[in-house]
């Protein structure tokens, strides 16, 4: 696996460079990324392109043995251009445009924008694009950061149009289609469509999902004519955006069709005080980071469909971004370090080279102080080159192998559920998150799938909440011959928004035998509780009411109503699960799926990659490895501290 690190040359003067340059050669990294932000340096003004110093910025880096990654800069259009054609910004929820002065200020559906982006990469791809140290070319910055997908200018506006009228053919089959009978929302034309905002209540939620969907169709669209733009002048070149934690805004696994590498920005304490993770768990994970956090989005980015993934930014000390921005435990920078090569990834970045003393990010940590001294990252990095080397000192299969379960997880039902939550404590991600912990808990490796995998070769398959399941998804999935657990809200849509003519969860439904014609969700806290053979536990914030001619494995303890269905290798959960349901469902599942299983104490993890297995405890005590026979120790003990790693190898 190569380390790497994030690297703005225009930032500092240019005698450091080589000194740089050299340190980072001899700290073990061997990748550097460069660019994502210096148009204004690149292209002062219009047309005049001031090359020397990225050319010797380039050539330094080279000179000492650096692969480098070179970032397009249009996350930050420059002043001038802003003032050329004030049109590109993008525009709020409020009306108001989104101004210079900070990044990622501009509209994905401007033409003049997109032009303006690939002119600037078509001219760097002329300059730079046969170097012999530039392979890889990252493709703008973090797209929709800061909540930047969705645009309500008269671009955006005027492209909905459009894009709405190729999806339709007719504007009655959109009123059919939306169901604008109802509050006589019909459209007489499509150029009288605005976007789904600033309606006096709540807007249409086909409405909305197109409109999401519509927005994401924007974001590949934009980052496809960038590359369209670099590939004729930089042949044999590779493609890569780094995308971040626990962002659905658009669809990755569509952005990921025209990349042959995903790279992601991992953040693992910024994101656990950023998103809805219970005060406890922000206290007791505060120093570590979750211990699935990084864990799912590795194994997310893994199966998005490139040929290779990694980290393009690892968080290497306090970040400057989330509400609160502790310090990592020490030896957690090398713990995510492992964690991601334990995962599959290819390659590891750090951010930043050198902590930044002036503007928005100069409270975010990097691998070097303001001063130059070296930060605590710098020293744990140092300490990787052992690591690897114990790690490949005997012959061993690294290749990342197929997982015996898989976890479905949908950028559209995403946009579904937030759209219509029916209940604010109804949070798709969570949902989704949560059964993953559980896996991982049992001490399962764990795939995640889309929507529209095949799905063969698993046992498994975990389906937490899908609610567009249509006949091919599910003839799709009733091939794979897996055990397949589905969760609440599957199948209660259609493509257009509506309840199923079979009311939900649709042809699964049919399939299984039995309807739903009533939800209810519940206000945190209360609970009901689920019995069965082997079953315990409760559903908390969302109950499903079943209409059964099919089998009841567990019932509500209320009512003897059916919480979990089985029909053949199809089960359904209806309602949300609390922990210990849920992972008496999945041991009842992964039992009937011959998955192993190994329960693991809290904050301890595993993982394998081809031939070596991997042990990571997050904490919050020393824990010892529960299984420890007939194996050989390259990393650590069988007893690992907290930020401890294991890593090991079977005898045969």
């Not at 805004?249 to 005080?273: E, M, T």
């Not at 020490?330 to 003393?357: I, N």
């Not at 009841?552 to 089985?566: K, M, Q």
């Not at 998955?595 to 904490?619: E, M």
Request: contains cysteine; negative net charge; charged residues 20%.
């Amino acid at each position: 696996m190569k380390l790497g690190v994030c690297y703005y040359p225009e930032h500092w003067p240019e005698q450091m460079w080589a000194q740089d340059a050299t340190r980072m050669r001899d700290l073990g990294l061997s990748l550097v990324r460069i660019g994502e932000f210096a148009w204004s340096r690149i292209e002062p003004v219009r047309g005049r392109f001031v090359w020397d110093w990225l050319d010797r910025a380039i050539n330094t880096l080279a000179d000492a043995g650096l692969a480098i990654v070179l970032g397009t800069p249009s996350a930050t259009p420059p002043r001038w251009l802003i003032r050329d054609a004030p049109s590109i910004l993008a525009v709020g929820t409020d009306g108001r445009l989104r101004g210079f002065g900070s990044r990622r200020h501009y509209c994905f559906s401007s033409d003049i924008y997109r032009t303006e982006a690939c002119r600037i990469a078509a001219a760097m791809a002329e300059r730079y694009g046969r170097h012999p140290a530039i392979s890889t070319w990252q493709i703008d910055n973090e797209y929709g950061c800061h909540g930047t997908v969705l645009s309500y200018s008269a671009a955006a506006i005027a492209a909905f149009r459009v894009w709405l009228a190729n999806r339709y053919g007719s504007i009655d089959s959109l009123n059919v289609a939306w169901g604008n009978v109802f509050w006589s929302m019909e459209y007489p034309d499509f150029e009288t469509i605005e976007p789904p905002v600033a309606t006096v209540t709540e807007a249409n939620p086909a409405h909305r999902l197109d409109w999401r969907r519509f927005s994401s169709d924007q974001v590949i669209r934009f980052n496809r004519a960038q590359i369209e733009a670099i590939r004729p002048n930089a042949p044999g070149a590779q493609f890569v955006h780094n995308t971040m934690g626990f962002f659905t805004d658009y669809d990755h696994r569509a952005l990921a069709r025209d990349l042959d590498v995903v790279g992601w920005d991992s953040y693992p304490l910024g994101f656990l005080d950023s998103f809805e993770f219970p005060d406890a768990e922000k206290q007791q994970w505060c120093r570590t980071g979750h211990p699935d956090i990084a864990a799912f989005h590795h194994d997310l980015y893994r199966g998005i469909g490139t040929a290779s993934f990694g980290v393009m930014e690892q968080q290497a000390g306090p970040v400057n971004w989330a509400p609160h921005n502790p310090a990592p435990l020490s030896g957690m920078v090398r713990f995510w370090t492992l964690e991601a090569f334990a995962h599959g990834a290819d390659f590891v970045a750090y951010f930043r080279w050198r902590q930044c003393p002036f503007a928005q990010e100069q409270m975010h940590s990097g691998l070097r102080l303001p001063d130059d001294r070296p930060d605590i990252g710098f020293d744990e990095i140092a300490s990787l080159s052992d690591d690897f080397a114990r790690l490949h000192a005997i012959p061993s299969n690294t290749r990342t192998q197929r997982s015996a379960v898989a976890l479905m997880f949908d950028y559209e039902s995403n946009w579904l559920v937030e759209i219509q939550p029916h209940g604010e404590n109804f949070r798709y991600r969570e949902l989704i998150f949560q059964t993953y912990t559980a896996l991982r808990g049992l001490g399962m490796d764990v795939d995640i799938i889309g929507a529209d995998a095949e799905g063969t070769g698993y046992r498994l398959i975990v389906i937490p909440c899908l609610p567009i399941l249509d006949s091919s998804r599910l003839d799709r999935l009733r091939a794979t011959g897996a055990q397949i657990l589905f969760g609440p809200r599957t199948g209660s849509k259609t493509a257009h928004f509506a309840i199923p003519d079979t009311l939900a969860p649709g042809d699964l439904g049919t399939a299984m035998g039995f309807s739903i014609p009533r939800v209810e969700s519940l206000r945190t806290g209360v609970t009901i509780g689920v019995h069965g053979e082997a079953i315990e536990g409760a559903i908390t914030h969302w109950r499903e009411h079943a209409c059964v001619r099919t089998a009841s494995v567990a019932a509500y303890t209320t009512d003897g109503a059916p919480a979990l269905l089985e029909a053949g290798d199809f089960a359904y959960l209806a309602g949300w699960p609390d922990a210990v349901l849920l992972d008496s469902v999945l041991r009842r599942q992964a039992t009937r799926a011959s998955v192993p299983i190994r329960q693991l104490p809290t904050g301890l993890r595993i993982r394998r990659r081809g031939d070596l297995h991997f042990a990571f405890n997050a904490g919050p005590q020393r824990v010892t490895i529960p299984f420890r026979e007939n194996i050989q120790f390259l990393l650590g003990s069988a007893d690992l501290e907290v930020a401890g790693v294991a890593a090991w190898i079977e005898l045969t």
